[in-house]
């Protein structure tokens, strides 16, 4: 019998990340190729229109833990209830949004159902019913196509590589009874700012700074990200020099990006750096010298002032 | 109170990698090493407590082949107390292209002996992106964990952490022991200097085989992984495209617009 593709989604704010359905989309097609059913796990407060909806991205069941203790991500909370789900419905593969909380969720479930879990997966093949992951390591310098073993296969997606698609689900929901289980961390304090920004790497768009920024005055790029709907990025010196938060910061020690269209704004183009967003579709380069490294990985290369041409762009999307 | 930090020596990031002939690992020959930047950052934190509080003890430990002494030794010349290598050199074709999950379970089989209050782990590895790690040790000895702390304290028998979440910082506690796992932010990381790592090449370091902690060579390894890797390849390389020449920065501005709208389609 085929086995059933489970898709573990993520709530932030309210509504789906962009990932969680790009996941479900991709479950689709995979149990489309299968022969067998997708199930939809989710988990939040007060989230049933939320679970409902994934009906139309081609859910044919969706499995709702719904608690308040479910209302953000907590760790134990969240492991206990998805280890629980997966024991009791038994899918053959389960797939998760690469993010911070996908990570270490993916991490805590496969170790407590012994299950092989393949991570930043880029893409996905079946072969004699058995799920091969292609993924990238080294910050995506490298990328690797992996078997994953056990009866449990496992895996996490990167952000914008999967499409979303419209399709056709029964959508049945399924409300589960709410067990938080054993807890051996204890919250005491969440301090959360719902940022109207976009993550970053959910980004179509994003404007990255580096060195040549030579301030932590990112203004400029802050505007042209506005005017695009994106967000800012910043290189690893950026970061390092205390510009910009670690939560912007591109490359193979920060987070590795695929935006439609990454705009690299005085940065060298060190290796660590490119390796984070290579996999974007369009890259442009802003750089004064002529020689930068960034203008062998960029499909557009001006040499000039950022602090001229930046603005000078944000004024023509403005027209 | 026993401090272990889990440390990884991985390849130079500003370095480019070169994939071996059998294509299912890196050619490791002119690879330059470091240490995890992130496990540095686990370094220094013990450090700190250490520095802080009466006895305390800092352990470092490393699974890896025979270089990764030269990683121990930078750890020693920083300040730990001591160190546990153990060694997988002797089987490159069952341990070139190990797993997370048996890395974990080395790991969590030396802890078995070996005393601790709190382990410090860095967040992630830099090399093989897999960030499960510290997850699965934590679960395999049964230890509350908490990820990508920016900040701790440690209060009788329980460490609170300022713990980096999206969009914010949860504060959170642990009884110990307990493991933890070092965010960018959490400290900065000490330089040692060069003597101090040449006279770190006194200290002894205890290297342990893998039968000796009590391992089936099957179990762990490449045979024993639940993630294989087929083949490693490089992403399609990109090349330089087109530079956008002469006029104003404005003329520039607009033909890169133009070229975004018409010829790349992505605005």
Known sequence: MAQDVMIVTEIWNKEFRKISLEAVCQGRRLADELGSSLTAV???ACVEPQAKSLAQYGADTVILADDPGLATFHPCEYENVVTGIVKDKKPGIVIFGATRQGRELSACVAARLDAGLAVECSGFAMEEDRLVATRSMYGGKVIATVDIEGDIQMASIRPNVFEITKAKGAGNLESIAVNLGEVNVTLIEEKIEISAKAELTEADYIVSGGRGMESEDFTVLEELAQALGGAVGASRNAVDLGWRPQSEQVGQTGKVVSPKLYIACGISGAMQHVAGMSTSDVIVGINNDPDALIFRSSDYCIVGDLFEIVPAITAELKK | MDIIVLMKQVPDTEAPVEIAESRDRLDTED?????????????????L????????????????????????????????????????????????????????????????????????????????????????IAKMRNLPMINLVTRQK????????????????????????????????????????????????????????????????????????????????????????????????AQKAAELVRLLKEEASVI
Not at chain 2, 31 to 47: G, Q, R, S, V
Not at chain 2, 200 to 224: C, H, P, R, V, W
Request: glycine share 8%; hydrophobic share 40%.
């Open chain 2, 154 to 249: 440690i209060e009788g028998n329980e460490i609170i952490c300022d713990q980096a979440i999206d969009g914010g910082t949860a504060v959170v506690k642990a009884a110990l022991p307990a493991l933890i796992t070092a965010q960018k932010g959490l400290n900065q990381p000490r330089y040692p200097a060069f003597r101090a790592i040449m006279k770190a090449k006194k200290q002894k370091m205890d290297t342990k085989a893998l039968e000796e902690i009590g391992f089936d060579l099957n179990d762990i390894g490449i045979s024993g992984a639940k993630v294989k890797i087929r083949t490693l390849e490089f992403p399609v390389e990109r090349s330089e495209g087109k530079r956008i020449e002469g006029g104003s920065p």
């Open chain 1, 42 to 44: 989710v988990l939040g």
């Open chain 2, 49 to 136: 407590i250490k520095e802080d509080r009466e006895e305390v003890t800092v352990t470092v430990l490393s699974v890896g082949p025979d270089r990764v002494s030269e990683a121990i030794r930078v750890a020693y010349a920083m300040g730990v107390d001591n160190a546990i290598h153990v060694n997988d050199e002797y089987d490159d074709e069952q341990f070139g292209a190990a797993d997370a999950y048996t890395t974990s379970k080395i790991i969590a089989r030396v802890l078995e002996e070996t005393p601790h209050d709190l382990i410090i782990a860095g967040n992630r590895g830099v090399d093989d992106d897999n960030y499960q790690v510290p997850a699965f």
């Open chain 2, 31 to 47: 690879l330059k090493w470091t240490i995890n930047p992130y496990d540095e950052f686990a370094l220094e934190e013990a450090l």
